[in-house]
């Protein structure tokens, strides 16, 4: 669309410096453009009172304008959309952190309802939802040429009560379904913990919370741990996060970078671009950092990631993200509604724009599945905890300390503690791995 504005501009330049022959022809063009709409316009005015006397049916009214309205949105992109007041003042709640509902991010593919993350902790995590499901039923009722409002209309309700959604997953043969409980859903944007001598910031949303969680969270695991000297390093999971604030996503991404360009937005126009830049102060000073993703991050958490990434400020792991790569603004209307338009792109401070496309890791690291069959070959472990110090009148080691001894047991438990996460999640095992590597280098000049 900019191309086109940029044409527009040209083209108006170019009818000055030529002569009025070219001129006239364009004014006439937009004359006849407006008439055009006004046409469309009247034709719609004819249409809703044709509807509106001649349906088989009695209609409201203002719902029928209310789905012209949305229908005109979103026809623009899956992005757009008009928000009735409720569903806007539910907006204003959910960036706040606490809201009704399954707890799915959903987006539109084809016609189809695609989940793009379920949220940490909420009832469609726990029921076993996955990023990339696809909902085609709701109570047994088909999605499939509904609008995305809509379906997620359908999936409301009343807290405890219970949902059926019929699920399509890629790697399962046939369809089925999936039985939610209803809850009230209050997200922690930030989740912090230790694993080993790395600390693991778990960031599920960009809400108003989350740059203050993830500083607080930080601090306290640096501080139980001793200090910054005494962490390896950080790893900052990005996975099935699907986005939030645009200005969270920059203060996160903010709090690893010195300097630089953090993500520039364009518009329509030339001038309705911004450009946002890092402010001095990193909360880890420089400690090495790896980022999390996979297919179920998108939007600020794709902001984050190619921020790091551009800035080679962190290793990025796991698989390609959703690439969405716009920003929307959510804007009142008369009544209490609101829209929400679709405003500009995004770019990477490289000036890449991840739109459909995503953001390409570092290193590609799959989450694999569990077999089943592995948890019940039970003389595996058995076969491989047998050594030297298991046979009979084995002899003692002679060079070690005590407390020697007790330090490589220790080190020990940690590496089977580190080889138990491998089982329970690979892509995180396998970051906290890379910050190992990296530690056991030593600075680097």
């Not at 219970?162 to 089925?176: A, G, K, M, N, S």
Request: glycine share 10%.
């Amino acid at each position: 669309m900019k191309k086109l504005v940029m044409a527009a501009a040209v083209g108006t330049l170019s009818s000055v410096i030529l002569t009025t022959q070219v001129a006239a022809p364009l004014l006439a063009q937009d004359t006849q453009s407006s008439g055009n709409v006004y046409q469309q316009l009247d034709l719609f005015g004819d249409i809703f009172e044709r509807i509106r006397s001649q349906y088989v049916e009695e209609v409201d009214e203002g719902e029928l304008i209310e789905a012209a309205i949305n229908g005109m949105l979103t026809s623009l992109d899956p992005h757009s959309s008009y928000l009735p007041p409720a569903d806007a003042e539910a907006m204003q709640v959910q960036t706040r952190g606490e809201f009704g509902g399954l707890g799915i991010e959903v987006t539109q593919e084809e016609g189809f309802v695609k989940v793009v993350a379920p949220m940490d902790g909420t009832p469609a995590d726990e029921a076993g939802i996955l990023a990339g499901d696809f909902i085609t039923h709701v109570d047994g009722e088909g999605l499939l040429g509904l609008g995305l409002d809509e379906a997620v209309e359908m999936m409301r309700g009343l807290v405890g009560t219970d949902i059926v959604l019929t699920v399509v997953r890629e790697d399962i043969d046939e369809p089925f379904d999936v039985t939610i409980t209803r809850d009230v859903i209050k997200l922690t944007a930030v989740r912090a913990r230790t694993e080993g001598d790395t600390v693991v910031l778990r960031v599920s949303t960009f809400n108003d919370q989350t740059y203050p969680n993830l500083k607080d969270g930080l601090e306290e695991e640096i501080e139980k741990a001793g200090g910054l000297d005494d962490i390896n390093g950080v790893v900052l999971d990005l996975r099935n996060n699907p986005g939030g604030l645009l200005t969270q996503s920059i203060r996160v991404s903010d709090a690893f970078l010195e300097k630089g360009e953090i993500v520039s937005t364009r518009g329509r126009e030339a001038n309705q671009g911004e450009r946002f830049n890092a402010t001095p102060g990193d909360l880890i000073d420089g400690k090495p950092l790896v980022v999390l993703i996979n297919g179920g991050s998108a939007s600020a958490s794709e902001i984050v990631a190619g921020a790091l990434q551009d800035h080679r400020r962190a290793i990025v792991i796991g698989t390609k993200s959703f690439g969405k790569g716009s920003v929307q603004t959510v804007m009142r209307m008369r009544g209490d509604g609101a829209i929400r338009l679709t405003t500009a792109r995004y770019y990477t401070p490289s000036g890449r724009s991840i739109q459909s496309l995503g953001v390409s890791p570092d290193i590609i690291v799959e989450q694999p599945r569990l077999d089943p069959t592995d948890a019940e070959d039970t003389d595996a472990p058995a076969r491989a905890s047998r050594s030297e110090a298991d046979l009979r009148g084995s002899l003692n080691n002679d060079s070690l300390t005590e407390d020697e001894i007790e330090q490589i047991e220790a080190d020990r438990e940690r590496a089977r503690a580190a080889a138990e996460l491998r089982t329970e999640d690979y892509q995180l095992a396998y970051a906290i791995d890379i910050l190992k590597g990296l530690s056991a280098l030593g600075p680097q000049e």
